[in-house]
């Protein structure tokens, strides 16, 4: 798996790219079949402090491509919002290969 942490208008330091690496953990423990994961960490140049902060995600896996983004006040709030949603489309998407799978096997 390919991961790359990238800062859009800000510099990713050593402790926010294992912040992230460490969340998506949890990801990566209920669907191993990741080919590659880009994170782009950005800070929006808005007059007014919320969701000033983004994080987006694409995860490219057998089968599909996932992404999800998200703006909060804080980065590290961002990034924890981010991975629940990436962890919810990818237990949806591990269900559905899944349910495919086993729809294949009773036709045969």
């Known amino acids: ?13 050593p402790a926010l790219r294992e912040y992230v690496t460490h969340k ?8 191993d079949q990741m080919v590659d994961v880009k994170v782009l960490l950005t800070v929006e140049k808005q ?9 987006e995600c694409n995860i490219h896996v057998k089968g599909g491509d996932l992404f999800a983004e998200c703006a909060h006040e804080d980065l590290y709030a961002a990034v924890d919002e981010l991975v629940d949603k990436l962890d919810r489309q990818v237990v949806r998407h591990k269900d559905r290969m899944q349910d495919r799978h086993s729809v294949a096997k009773r036709m045969m």
């Open 1 to 13: 798996m390919n991961l790359t942490i990238s800062g859009h208008h800000l510099e990713v330091t």
């Open 24 to 31: 998506l953990d949890r990801v990566i423990r209920h669907f």
């Open 47 to 55: 007059k007014e402090k919320e969701k000033r902060q983004r994080a």
